[in-house]
Structure formats: C-alpha cells, structure tokens
C-alpha cells in the first residue's frame, strides 16, 4: 500500500514550486508522481494531423519524487506525513501522523 495514491491533494515540499498545492494525476514506477499544475516544462510539439494535435510550444507536468511532496491535512492546514493503522475490521488504512485522522474512509 503507499503512502500517496493518484487523486491525493499534495503540498510540494521542496524544488521550484515550494508551497503549492495540487493533485496527483499519475504514478509513475520508481517513486515518481505527476501533479496537476505543477512542476511545468515547455515542450515543442510537432503536429500530427491524423491524431488532430496542433503543433507549437505547450506546458507539460513532469514528474516529481515523492519524497518531494506531503499529503494534504485540511485540519492542519498544510503537508502532513503518512502512517499505517489496522482498524478493527481488519481494514488497513493510511492515518495522519500529527493527528491520527484516518485519511481514506
């Protein structure tokens, strides 16, 4: 089970986008997630009519390491870090450390 899943809500800890806030769109193999709206790159695109994407100069997420964002604890109002707890059905769900709120219901 990890700690951040695709449609989390992060904080980005580290790196050029220090502060901001969005949501994980992919996971990627070897620790990486792409996160909506952040860590923007300019990518020059070539045309391809038969797929009907236009050619130019577009913005592109990139991958950051997971180790470079926090989930987000709107009680806490910022990144928070993520532990494990067996609930008493038998359920393993990922809980806030600083105020063991159950993060997934």
Do not use: C, W
């Amino acid at each position: 089970m990890r700690k951040i899943r695709q449609g989390d809500d992060v904080v980005v800890l580290t790196g050029k986008d220090k502060g901001k806030r969005g949501t994980v769109l992919r996971l990627l193999e070897n620790d990486r997630i792409v996160v909506e709206n952040v860590n923007m790159a300019k990518k020059h695109q070539k045309p391809n009519p038969q797929r009907g994407v236009p050619g130019g100069i577009v913005d592109k997420e990139m991958p950051l390491h997971l180790s470079n964002v926090g989930l987000y604890n709107p009680e806490k109002g910022g990144a928070d870090r993520v532990g494990f707890k067996f609930l008493e059905d038998g359920r393993k769900v990922r809980v806030f450390k600083s105020n063991g709120e159950v993060v997934d219901v």
